[in-house]
């Protein structure tokens, strides 16, 4: 079975590499220090993942230092990284990923009833209030709303046309295990720091998102998705389209309770939306050419669309490249 240290050193291959350096090199010194993996062990399974536990070593107050310099303040501040760690849960919530979204919101006529299952403090349940700039091989395609957006989210988007309208969205609401709420500061504070140290751009597309979503507040219902899935639905206008979605989330549920999951909303009569990772459902990964982008896979009723970037940074249509 895999070690802590294992998993420390493939998450900073596949997932921190290139990506932030910081964290990269953070996860491969925590692999190579048996003190640190030692205490890391000392967590519940379910608490030591690097980006919980390095966001929790930065609300502890490790400086934002190589590993070889930081490592005394790790083991140093440890015992505030354990409290943090236990009582918080890794819940990023990505705007941008409106921007990979948008392309199939936009492709469904008519009033929209949206319902995001894992919505952390609900940003992406106000993709008409954004604004998008769309890179393409042709140039650069913006679209905002009426009166403009005070948040603008830019993806690269090859083999699709950019969107040219915005959804009419008459209803939304989020499930989550736990819901933020961002005019609670520590909720944003909390969020903010779930961002990774170089990412200053994705802290500015919280702040002006978060401001959006404080001004009408989402429906937020806290409960397990399986468990309260079908009674939030039932709440949706029944003349709009109920559209469901979720990005990176169905990653924290068992095999079976994503099956339980995918079968209810299966019988439901919601478009259903995936942006999961490629080894969380794989009767959709299964349909993938064998080459793809290293992204998550976009599905629009368990059938691939598009490889996108894991926080929203490019679409890539399949059978584009
Ligand atoms: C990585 S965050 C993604 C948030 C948001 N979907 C986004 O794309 O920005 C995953 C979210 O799923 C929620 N979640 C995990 N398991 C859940 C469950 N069984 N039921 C409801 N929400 C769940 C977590 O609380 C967390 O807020």
Redesign the pocket.
């Known amino acids: 079975m895999a070690t802590t240290g294992d998993k420390y050193r493939v998450w900073a291959d596949v997932e921190a590499r290139g990506v932030s350096d910081l964290y990269f090199d953070w996860a491969i010194g925590v692999a190579a220090d048996e003190d640190l993996l030692e205490l890391v062990d000392e967590l519940p399974a379910v608490k030591r993942q690097p980006n919980l536990v390095f966001a929790s070593a930065r609300v502890a107050g490790v400086p934002l230092l190589p590993y070889r310099q930081a490592r005394a303040e790790f083991i140093a501040r440890w015992g505030t990284i354990r409290e943090v760690a236990l009582g918080h849960?890794?819940?990023?919530?990505?705007?941008r990923?409106c921007a990979v979204l948008l392309p199939e919101f936009a492709n469904i006529a008519g009033p929209i009833a949206l319902l995001?299952?894992?919505?952390?403090?609900g940003?992406?349940l106000y993709p008409d209030r954004y604004a998008y700039r769309f890179v393409t091989d042709s140039g650069t395609h913006q679209l905002q709303p009426v009166g403009g957006s005070s948040v603008v989210l830019e993806t690269v988007l090859r083999g699709r046309a950019a969107p040219t309208r915005l959804p009419e969205i008459v209803w939304r609401a989020g499930?989550?295990?736990?819901?933020?709420d961002v005019r609670e500061p520590a909720s944003l504070e909390w969020l903010e720091t779930l961002i990774w140290p170089e990412h200053d751009e994705r802290r500015r597309d919280l702040r002006a998102a978060a401001s959006v979503v404080a001004a009408e507040p989402p429906l937020l219902v806290a409960?397990?998705?399986?468990?309260?899935f079908e009674d939030v639905a039932t709440l949706a206008p029944a003349d709009a389209t109920l559209v469901v979605?979720?990005?990176?989330?169905?990653?924290?549920?068992t095999p079976d309770?994503r099956a339980s999951?995918i079968r209810t909303v299966r019988a439901s009569r919601a478009v259903w939306i995936s942006?999961e990772g490629k080894s969380v459902l794989p009767e959709i990964t299964q349909q993938l050419p064998s080459v793809t982008d290293n992204g998550t896979v976009l599905a629009v009723d368990g059938a691939p669309v598009a490889i996108v970037g894991p926080h929203g940074q490019y679409f890539s249509a399949l059978g584009s490249s």
């Open positions: 849960a890794t819940r990023t919530n990505e705007a990923r995001e299952v894992g919505a952390s403090a940003l992406c499930i989550d295990l736990n819901p933020l409960g397990d998705l399986n468990e309260v979605f979720h990005s990176s989330v169905l990653v924290y549920l309770a999951f942006n």
